[in-house]
């Protein structure tokens, strides 16, 4: 799948507190595989630091999303977890979206890392500003 010259591609990141960058590293190498490139980072901005340490060491641009703004994307996923916890089926996803601008949209569900403690997902959106 070829995307469109003016389209960027955002992974968007939740995770448990006690995740480690390694799993987030691991997820973004999965989606890497799967989509060829990625353009952004993105976390919920309570969370931003670990992914943008991942951000550092691979020299991607983080994108920071509000917490209040996550209930008001619309996901693939519905977990009962992430939906009490956070008010959205998927932390991943919702990130992903908001990210990558209005219009955007998810390539596929989350996918949740081997040790259960991280999931990520790739939107598409139109290609925008960096906003480390």
Same mark, same amino acid.
């Given at each position: 799948?070829?995307? +469109? ?6 992974? $968007?990141? $939740? ?7 390694? =799993? !987030? ?20 901005? =309570?969370?931003?630091? *670990?992914?943008?340490?991942? /951000? ?9 999303? +509000? ?14 977890? &992430?939906?009490?916890?956070? /008010?959205? /089926? ?10 990558? $601008?209005?219009?955007? =949209?998810? *390539?596929?569900?989350? *996918?949740? &890392? ?10 598409? /959106? +139109? !290609?925008?500003?960096? &906003?480390?």
């Amino acid at each position: 799948m070829k995307a +469109a010259p003016n389209a960027m591609r955002v992974v $968007g990141f $939740g995770f448990r507190r006690a995740a480690r960058l390694a =799993s !987030l590293a691991d997820l973004l190498a999965q989606l890497e595989a799967r989509y060829v490139s990625v353009d952004r980072l993105a976390a919920a901005a =309570s969370k931003r630091a *670990l992914v943008e340490a991942l /951000g550092r060491e691979r020299g991607m641009a983080v994108i920071a999303v +509000a917490d209040e703004a996550l209930p008001s994307a619309v996901t693939l996923t519905h977990s009962h977890h &992430s939906r009490k916890a956070r /008010g959205t /089926g998927s932390v991943a996803e919702a990130v992903a979206l908001l990210a990558a $601008g209005p219009g955007a =949209s998810l *390539l596929a569900p989350r *996918l949740v &890392s081997a040790d259960r403690m991280a999931t990520a997902a790739v939107a598409r /959106g +139109a !290609l925008r500003g960096e &906003s480390a």
